[in-house]
């Protein structure tokens, strides 16, 4: 059996760990939604908050990764068109985990909310005192890509079990870890 090329393990913690991070950011603004107002809908807006400005910070931590450590190729070799799809989706994936944590910034502070992470108040970027109320449209974009982030996830997880299932590639082996079995070796026992 050949050796299967993995990623290292900081480039695998940050790819699950933030996984895990948006998973429960979503779900935790999902839940809030059908909540009355209380502390209990505090609190999960709090995390909510506080998980997507920890996804903002980690981002740029796994750009810069990205950068200096080369992925391990893919066993067999993709199409180019698969390489090119793949490339546009983990760009759509990289620009949402940008761009949504700055907008729900962006929103809170042209409400006139100071944003606190940990403790540390961010830096004020907008501020609506113009009168001109940017919250309301800042919100709705705000609200519109996490659902199709939403959708991007989804995408992204059925694409590495196409790869591991149906074209049996090492595209998902790639980033869990260390298996005992490449895929072209499952075999089902017969009895």
């Known amino acids: 059996m050949n050796e299967i090329k993995r990623y290292d393990r900081i480039w695998r913690g940050l790819h699950w760990g933030m996984a895990l991070a948006i998973v429960v950011l979503l779900v935790l603004i999902e839940v809030k939604g059908d909540l009355p107002k209380g502390p209990l809908k505090g609190l ?3 995390i909510h908050k506080q998980l997507g400005i920890l996804v903002f910070g980690l981002v740029w931590w796994r750009l810069v990764w990205r950068l200096r450590h080369r992925a391990p190729p893919v066993t067999p070799t993709p199409s180019r068109w698969m390489v090119g799809l793949s490339h546009g989706a983990h760009g759509l994936l990289y620009l949402a985990m940008i761009g949504i944590p700055a907008l729900g910034v962006l929103f809170q502070q042209a409400r006139g909310n100071a944003v606190v992470f940990l403790g540390w108040t961010l830096p004020w970027i907008l501020n609506d005192d113009t009168g001109i109320s940017y919250a309301k449209p ?3 974009l705000h609200e519109t890509l996490g659902n199709a982030l939403i959708w991007l996830i989804v995408l992204h997880g059925v694409a590495a079990f196409y790869h591991h299932w149906i074209r049996r590639d090492d595209t ?10 490449a895929p072209a070796d499952f075999v089902v026992e017969q009895r």
Do not use: Q
């Open 44 to 46: 999960l807006t709090d």
């Open 138 to 140: 800042l919100k709705e």
């Open 172 to 181: 998902l082996l790639r980033m869990v870890g260390k298996p005992s079995v």
